[in-house]
């Protein structure tokens, strides 16, 4: 495995834990400083992000609200479901969850727990693993199956989130996932 | 957000690994995706076939079998083994997939950090949402006893959270919209006529007539009852509804009787009075079974056909013309108890004029009658012990609606909670209903909801009572649970005897963090103090309980293929000591009419037309607004109202119309006209469930007019203290 698959794999598999539920056990000092951090390679400008350097109570409350709001269930309604299908399909659990569990299998994965293959954080999970095994495959998936729905789901999170947090999380997925002709362009 | 380094260089240069803290460290979340054996592309997971499914999309719950792809229901079909609804399920049957799958589904439990009817949800931990239910309903009964917790139940998974509240903590505050705003009445006032409840239980396979008051047969499809339905009228059987509009049973019926809305126990005495008369009714069954017919007799006697047609605006020769076929036909009458039959605060007697038309004419234990079938018995039951508080129910200690059974009038806990007296009510639970949709006089109801100090909801959708809870915990829905025993008969009588048993079983396992109610309710009781009265440890204990004594279990259920089928019993026949009471000494100790007695209702206002509400065949009210399969094929609910008033409105069909009522209250949402001569002029019908308020239901949300929001004159039946809703005045507007 190059260097290069190895960043990638440890990338996405950051990224995926940052689209989880935020809760106490993770979403804590050590994680927000690995952002910071992580941030900071990139060469982000500190006063860019809304991002405190602590997690407090309100904090993390803030974030668990906006994440339920966005992702879960909403008042007056959830904004974004981070599922493929939703976005593809105009439902839960239809085709391209099929089509991308399939995908998985296909290669050699498979999920674990009750959650659908083709919810956001399944996906970067599976990206993690990919890129160790053959990052061709990798660019494959995100090609075919992730970028065709995560463009939109980005667009809408980025315009409705209210927690910087979450902002940058899509931000960096985006970054990492983005078509290379697209990304030269943006970074040009 | 700018990136000011490219993506190429920044892979190129190790520096993840040199982070203070590395990416790997911080991501330790149980992983959603392992290695697994590949699979070689172009194969499909074999169509698994699920059994002992039953639905609940309505509350006939028909036996299902589910087909399932990679652990995903990919469709519902009726059970083939079923006897009841066979291999048929109705499109809400069909449909029920895109409940399982609708994402606006409750996935998680949540808290509102927010206000009441204004939330802001975030997700907690199960732990985290009982120990703050457990906590809160506590600090109730603590301060308020047991009696300060009102609950709102509903629907298969609410009779065990049901039985806890109201038995082991002792709160009398229960009220369930089945019977306080929908089929109470009814079975009361044929339990105080023959001794039983009706249930829907007449032979009209068999019937020589079906006669029909209210009953929107096809606009409520209920697979196993209107089977009996159709093939009576395939057999010939004659078809008499009354009913203001030219239902979709109206237009299949040989006499249609156009009745002015209310005055339905008038046109029963009309007929009545007629045939006992003129000895046109079964006296040999009244000599044999009837009580006080003497009394009876001489109570309906005023009610001449000439006297009640002035009343219910029926032609005299119209009521004599139903009352002759009736006759004609004894006692092979189907006299339909219907179901949904809260309607104008004087119901009570309306449903004991039937059941008392079912006596003059023999019809009962014959052929195309009354007739329950015999199914099996013999099963076990769980039940939550009593605690040690009892508190006497509102009802009893006032001395009213003596016909009530256990459980509160839903009236009297909503005043009791506004004002506080005789006692406070500050905790409310609510499990699977939306009193928002099902009680009248929808700002009471908030106002209650608003004075708690504790509200939490179960439900598998955030309907609109749902936006007022404090914890919101999400439910598995029936194709993820095990729960309810269904048990009967062969549909058809006439067909060799059978019985049949099933259990609803899951279909496919829960999603997300979705619970049953015997964890959900365990966990309560755990908290409450309560931990040593669990009857079941788990829902499926509960179910192998029940069946057990039956020699049955989930095991032999799956083992037959979801249905346990044994040889049945003649349902025909009347015992010697069957009763028909036509005069019921009981009640009129109880200071209600002895005999069924007409009740006017109020007269409808100069310049408004009556709202009456009912069924849509693909809608079971508003529990399935939010389904886009169901949602495609009837978004909302059109308002009938007859041509000539809508020629004088400037209305045609299709034209948008929104309603204010005769007490100024205005839909918040609108529908369309269907103008048609099939209504009378006097009222307008639409189908109830419409209009949802809540935005998480984004398919249902505004989809159609919600008629409870318009019913803001309060009608309770005297016996029973149930609502009607049918006692409301409207005016069209153009919107």
Not at chain 1, 23 to 49: G, I
Request: hydrophobic share 40%; proline share 5%; net charge negative.
């Amino acid at each position: 495995m190059s260097q290069e698959s190895e960043q990638l794999s440890q990338v996405f598999n950051f990224l995926a834990q940052a689209t989880r539920y935020p809760q106490a056990e993770w979403f804590n000092a050590d994680f927000l400083a690995v952002l910071h951090s992580f941030l900071a390679q990139l060469e982000v400008e500190a006063d860019e992000v809304d991002l405190p350097l602590e997690v407090t109570p309100q904090f993390l409350e803030d974030v668990q609200v906006d994440y339920t709001r966005l992702f879960i269930n909403g008042h007056p309604k959830v904004i974004a479901p981070p599922y493929g299908s939703m976005y593809i399909d105009g439902s839960l659990n239809d085709t391209t969850a099929d089509v991308t569990r399939k995908f998985y299998r296909e290669h050699g994965f498979d999920t674990t727990t009750n959650e659908f293959p083709d919810h956001l954080t399944t996906e970067l999970e599976f990206l993690s693993l990919q890129f160790k095994e053959d990052e061709a495959v990798a660019h494959e998936f995100i090609e075919k199956l992730f970028l065709p729905w995560f463009v939109t789901f980005r667009d809408i999170v980025l315009a409705e989130a209210k927690t910087g947090y979450i902002q940058v999380v899509i931000e960096l997925i985006d970054f990492f996932t983005k078509k290379e002709i697209e990304f030269d362009q943006a970074v040009a | 957000m700018a990136f000011k380094v490219t993506r190429r260089k920044f892979l190129q240069t190790a520096s993840i690994a040199a982070a203070s803290v590395p990416l790997s460290k911080v991501a330790t979340a149980k992983a959603g995706v392992a290695k697994s054996p590949f699979t070689a592309p172009g194969s499909f997971a074999d169509t698994k076939i699920a059994v002992g499914g039953i639905c609940e999309m309505c509350f006939w719950r028909c036996q299902l079998v589910g087909k399932v792809r990679d652990n995903k229901l990919v469709k519902l079909e009726g059970n083939p083994k079923s006897i009841d609804n066979g291999q048929a399920i109705c499109a809400r049957g069909n449909a029920g997939i895109k409940l399982l799958y609708d994402p606006d589904r409750l996935k998680y439990p949540m808290k509102n950090v927010g206000e009441r009817g204004n939330p802001t949800w975030k997700r907690i931990s199960w732990k985290e949402a009982l120990d703050e239910c457990g906590e809160k309903l506590n600090a109730t009964v603590k301060a308020h006893s047991a009696k300060g917790i009102a609950m709102f139940p509903h629907g298969a998974s609410a009779k065990y959270p049901m039985q806890y509240f109201e038995h082991t903590v002792g709160t009398p505050n229960v009220s369930e919209a089945s019977f306080f705003q929908c089929r109470g009445i009814r079975d009361y006032a044929w339990l105080n006529t023959i001794g039983t409840g009706p249930g829907e239980n007449v032979d009209m396979a068999n019937a020589k007539v079906i006669f029909g008051l209210g009953c929107h047969f096809g606009e409520n499809v209920h697979v196993s009852h209107t089977k009996r339905y159709l093939k009576g009228l395939e057999n010939g059987a004659k078809l008499v509804i009354v009913d203001p509009r030219f239902s979709a049973a109206a237009a299949k019926a040989d006499i249609w009787v156009k009745i002015k809305p209310g005055t339905d126990t008038v046109f029963m005495l009309g007929m009545m009075s007629y045939m006992v008369a003129n000895g046109k009714y079964n006296k040999d069954f009244v000599e044999a079974h009837g009580i006080g017919f003497d009394e009876f007799k001489d109570a309906i006697k005023e009610w001449t056909p000439e006297k009640a047609s002035k009343e219910c605006e029926v032609p005299v020769a119209q009521i004599k013309e139903v009352a002759d076929l009736l006759a004609a036909n004894a006692p092979n009458v189907s006299v339909h108890p219907g179901r949904f039959f809260s309607w104008h605060g004087n119901d009570f007697q309306r449903g004991r004029s039937l059941a008392c038309m079912a006596g003059i004419l023999g019809a009962f234990g014959v052929p195309g009658g009354f007739v329950k079938g015999k199914g099996p018995g013999g099963f076990g039951k769980v039940g939550w012990p009593k605690g040690h508080e009892h508190h006497e129910a509102l009802h009893r200690q006032m001395g009213i609606y003596k016909q009530s059974p256990s459980g509160t009038p839903t009236d009297l806990i909503r005043d009791c909670a506004i004002a506080s007296k005789p006692y406070p009510i500050k905790s409310c639970v609510v499990w699977g209903q939306n009193p928002m949709q099902t009680i009248p006089q929808q700002h009471l109801t908030i106002k209650m909801l608003k004075q708690m100090d504790f509200v939490m909801c179960v439900d598998v959708m955030p309907t609109d009572i749902t936006l007022y809870a404090d914890i919101l915990l999400p439910e598995a829905s029936y194709l993820e649970r095990f729960d309810y025993i269904k048990k009967g008969t062969q549909w058809d009588f006439s067909d060799t005897h059978q019985q049949f048993v099933s259990a609803r079983m899951p279909l496919v396992k829960a999603d997300f963090e979705r619970k049953d109610q015997v964890y959900i309710v365990n966990e309560l009781a755990k908290r409450m103090g309560h931990e040593k009265a669990i009857p079941v440890q788990t829902i499926e204990e509960m179910v192998d309980t029940q069946l057990k004594p039956a020699g049955l279990s989930i095991a032999k259920l799956i083992a037959e293929d979801g249905i346990h089928l044994q040889p049945g019993k003649d349902p025909y026949g009347v015992n010697e000591d069957f009763e028909v009471q036509f005069y019921n000494e009981e009640l009129e100790d109880q200071g209600y009419p002895g005999a069924p007695t007409y009740i006017a209702v109020p007269e409808v206002p100069k310049g408004y037309m009556r709202l009456l509400a009912g069924r849509s065949p693909l809608h079971t009210f508003n529990r399935t607004q939010n389904n886009v399969w169901l949602n495609a094929g009837m978004p909302e609910n059109p308002v009938w109202v007859n041509d000539k008033v809508a020629g004088k409105l400037g209305l045609k069909s299709g034209d948008k119309v929104t309603m204010v009522n005769s007490e100024g209250v205005k839909s918040s949402s609108n529908s369309h006209a269907l103008v048609t001569p099939g209504i009378r002029e006097d009222c307008v019908f639409m189908a109830h469930g419409f209009g949802s308020k809540s935005a998480g239901m984004t398919v249902g949300k505004g989809a159609g007019m919600d008629d409870q929001e318009l019913c803001s004159i309060r009608a309770v039946d005297p016996e029973t203290g149930c609502n009607g809703m049918r006692n409301n005045f409207v005016k069209l507007v153009k919107a």
